[in-house]
C-alpha cells in the first residue's frame, strides 16, 4: 500500500495484490480530495484493498504507520468490546475514524491477515565510527587516572 500527498488537497493512493503463485499482480489506484492524514488516508487504503477482494483470502501488508498496526492487533478487539469508544482524559469517547475501523474489522473476519511495519531508511552517508574495544576503553580510563600522579611523583 502506497499514498502520497500530490498537491495541497489532493492525495494519490494504490496498493498492489501479488498472488503466491506468481500470476501478474493486481494495482488499483486512485485519488482522494480534502485534508487526509496519513494514516487515515492508509486505512481507507486497508480498507479498499480488503473489501476489493472476491473471496476469503490470505493476506500479507505492508504498513507504513506503526499505529496501524498497534490499531488492528491491539485496538480493535478493545474498541468492539467497549462500543467503539475509548478512555480519553477519564471519559469515554468515540474513536476516530469509527466507520473505517468498523469495516476494517468486518473484512478481518473474512480474510486471514498478516501486517508487518513497511520500513525504508535513507542510506547513510558516512560510515560509522568504529567503537573502541572493551581494553582500549579500559586502558585510555586507567591512563587518564595515573597520569597525573606519575607527572606527580617523577
Not at 499482480?25 to 480530495?33: A, S
Not at 485534508?35 to 493476506?59: F, G, K, M, P, Y
Not at 582500549?136 to 586507567?142: D, I, S, W
Request: proline content about 6%; overall charge positive; charged content about 25%.
Amino acid at each position: 500500500m502506497t499514498h502520497q500527498q500530490v498537491e495541497a488537497d489532493r492525495y494519490a493512493w494504490s496498493f498492489t495484490f501479488q498472488a503466491e503463485d506468481g500470476s501478474a499482480p493486481r494495482h488499483v489506484c486512485d485519488q482522494e480530495f480534502g485534508r487526509i492524514s496519513s494514516e487515515n488516508l492508509e486505512l481507507r487504503t486497508l480498507v479498499w484493498a480488503l473489501e476489493s477482494l472476491d473471496e476469503a483470502s490470505q493476506v500479507t501488508i505492508l504498513c507504513r504507520h506503526a499505529s496501524l498496526i498497534r490499531g488492528i492487533r491491539q485496538g480493535l478487539p478493545e474498541w468492539r468490546e467497549k462500543d467503539w469508544r475509548w478512555e480519553s482524559f477519564g471519559e469515554m469517547v468515540p474513536i476516530s475514524h469509527q466507520q473505517l475501523w468498523r469495516r476494517l474489522d468486518r473484512a478481518l473476519s473474512i480474510h486471514q491477515v498478516k501486517c508487518r511495519l513497511w520500513r525504508i531508511d535513507a542510506p547513510q552517508t558516512t560510515p560509522p565510527k568504529p567503537k573502541p574495544r572493551l581494553h582500549q576503553q579500559k586502558t585510555g580510563f586507567l591512563n587518564r587516572l595515573i597520569s597525573p600522579y606519575r607527572l606527580a611523583s617523577a
